[in-house]
């Protein structure tokens, strides 16, 4: 038996893996990635290192969340090092703690190497600091869709009225009903609001608006998106500078990875 580590690939630009989160991919015998994962960081792995996809989209599973607790628990058992890649930071939102979960139960050993989340990569890509001393002194990192059997209303409630800045992933299907949300439990219908795809990577497109017109703003945009509201979307005019970069312009820091 061997041990498996979960990891956080980051947010999408293939620079903000962990240097931690490298070595796992560099020294794993299997990896099982998500559909987030920046495909670059797979070029890391060795020649003879199994790759298998998890991807899940939108009503579009590859492998349902039992079968790949299954195959960590199968490739540690045969005595392999495992790398379970995740988009993001596995513990939010991530569902690496069911995974760590199977495994503990199985007696099977596993490390956790935290990865950047996309709640606080994505607004920092767009020049939205999602904390700032004028604006805002609390985040709330919620999910756009629900658990089921819990009171929705009361959830909404409570969340739009004790935090300042709400960063929403999942939420670009139901941007209508979060915003009908955000106004009957408290927030102006001016609230500043963002959109951030694909944040991080070259294909990142940032919207913003207010909460009362942002869906009609925002109809092209699609997941994987962050939704960002608050007061601190308004320092994205004067803050956003990965946006405004040189297309062509090198990373000096890009020789870490490759």
Request: charged residues 20%; glycine residues 10%.
């Amino acid at each position: 038996m061997s041990k498996v580590f979960i990891v956080g690939a980051g947010p999408g630009d293939v620079d903000l893996i962990t240097v931690k989160g490298l070595k796992a991919i560099q020294q794993a015998d299997v990896i099982l990635y998500d559909r987030l994962v920046n495909q670059e960081l797979l070029d890391e792995a060795g020649e003879r290192t199994e790759l298998v996809y998890c991807g899940k989209s939108p009503n579009n599973h590859s492998l349902s969340q039992t079968s790949i607790n299954g195959l960590l628990c199968k490739f540690a058992l045969q005595g392999k090092t495992v790398t379970r890649l995740k988009g993001g930071d596995p513990f939010v939102f991530g569902r690496g703690g069911e995974e760590a979960e199977a495994l503990s139960k199985r007696g099977i050993p596993y490390e956790v190497v935290p990865g950047i989340t996309s709640g606080i990569a994505a607004p920092a890509y767009a020049g939205i600091p999602v904390t700032h001393r004028d604006y805002s002194s609390s985040v709330a990192f919620i999910s756009g869709v629900s658990k089921l059997g819990i009171d929705e209303e009361d959830y909404w409630e409570s969340v739009v009225k004790s935090m300042d800045t709400l960063c929403i992933y999942m939420g670009v299907k139901k941007l209508p009903d979060i915003c009908e949300r955000l106004i009957r439990h408290g927030r102006s219908a001016d609230t500043p609001i963002a959109l951030v795809q694909w944040g991080t990577t070259e294909h990142q497109q940032t919207v913003t608006g207010t909460v009362s017109n942002i869906v009609e703003k925002a109809k092209d945009i699609a997941n994987p998106s962050m939704i960002v509201v608050g007061e601190v979307v308004k320092l994205r005019d004067s803050l956003q500078w990965f946006e405004s970069l040189p297309q062509q312009e090198e990373n000096p820091f890009h020789q870490v990875v490759g």
